[in-house]
């Protein structure tokens, strides 16, 4: 009788386990596809789309955030000859929304242009070029800089890091 009542036991919590997994599997499933909807794909896709129809290599910041990312997707946002035309790679964590890291990519000759209103801090990076700071976007830390006939602009959630400058700085000069 005390065995039929372990295995009875065992059996519940193996059922238990398999609808928690399969609970799992289907929110990330559905995370996914939500995001794979708005035309998100792999990182090295986009990238090749883009370099494609901009006809130049793009160079990725080798660094990323140190903060815990569940998925990274890429998506190269064409409007027919639009200046409006960029590729976008996010980085985000599908339980904690706050870490959440962008980067969008642009031809220096459709660069989003800036004025003193957007400007929170100049900054140098180490090759000697300019670099903008910014918190004027409620919600993210924001830094513009060129590198390469490219327009970089990193976005990190503020709500991720309290020392965003120094890390966003690492990140733009860790592109070659």
């Known amino acids: 009788m005390f065995k039929i009542k372990k295995i009875g036991l065992l059996f519940s919590i193996c059922l238990l386990f398999i609808f ?5 599997l289907a929110n990330e499933y559905k995370f996914e596809k939500n995001i794979l909807d708005t035309g998100y794909k792999e990182i090295d896709k986009a ?12 160079t990725l910041p080798r660094e990323v ?3 815990e990312f569940t998925h990274c997707f890429g998506r190269f946002i064409s409007l027919d000859e639009s200046p409006n035309t960029y590729l976008e790679i996010k980085y ?4 904690l929304p706050e870490n959440h890291f962008k980067i969008e990519i642009r031809p220096i000759k459709h660069k989003i242009p800036t004025n ?3 400007i929170t801090q100049l900054l140098k990076l180490n090759n000697g070029s300019n ?7 409620q919600g993210f830390h924001i830094l513009i800089f060129e590198e390469n006939e490219w327009q970089y602009i990193l976005s990190l ?4 890091s309290h020392q965003a400058i120094e890390l966003l700085l690492k990140i733009a000069n860790s592109v070659e």
Do not use: L
């Open 157 to 160: 959630d503020q709500r991720v």
């Open 20 to 24: 928690f997994i399969n609970s799992s």
């Open 92 to 95: 985000i964590n599908q339980d």
């Open 47 to 58: 990238i090749a789309e883009a370099e494609i129809y901009f006809q130049q290599s793009i």
């Open 116 to 118: 003193d209103t957007h």
């Open 131 to 137: 670099a903008i700071y910014s918190t004027k976007i």
């Open 65 to 67: 955030p140190p903060i």
